[in-house]
């Protein structure tokens, strides 16, 4: 598999390579998954940090005897859970997609591997071992 961090320094490389192999297109598409992906982690890791600090503040505020504030935000946690169920929903879809896009996609070739359109137009330059008798 890929690794999106040297797709996100230079797409343009890749999809040079992949163009030559009918997937052109394919890194700027695994970019901007990986920019979703990002973004719902981001999300949901804010979201996460909220919630830690409401729960703190709410045990301080049940210390105090301030239930007002206490309901206050045990209602802000609350409505962090959709936040935070969304967030990870997306994080998911957009991890499986940028998962299976970057598993399809072919290995690039060697700059000294000529251009073939399949593997009659290449030429061999050298073999290693003998080839195996099949039965």
């Known amino acids: 598999m890929h690794d999106i961090k040297a797709i ?3 797409p343009e490389a890749y999809d040079r390579h992949w163009s030559a192999k009918g ?3 394919a890194a700027n598409e695994a970019v901007a998954l990986d920019a979703q992906l990002r973004a719902a982690q981001t ?3 804010e979201a996460q940090a909220k919630r830690n600090e409401s729960s703190k503040l709410i045990g301080m505020a049940k210390a105090k005897k301030d239930e007002a504030e206490a309901a206050r935000l045990m209602a802000e946690v609350e ?3 959709g936040v ?3 967030a990870a929903e997306a994080e998911s879809v957009a991890g499986g997609q940028l998962r299976d896009l970057l598993a399809s996609l072919p290995n690039i070739p060697a700059a000294e591997v000529p251009a073939g359109d ?3 137009g290449n030429v061999e330059q050298r073999r290693w071992g003998d080839a195996s ?3």
Do not use: C, F
Request: aromatic share 0%; net charge positive; charged share 35%.
């Open 8 to 10: 996100r320094e230079n």
């Open 23 to 25: 997937r052109s297109g």
């Open 84 to 86: 935070m169920a969304t």
């Open 43 to 45: 999300t949901l890791q």
């Open 79 to 81: 409505s962090l859970k």
């Open 133 to 135: 008798k099949l039965p």
């Open 118 to 120: 399949d593997e009659h």
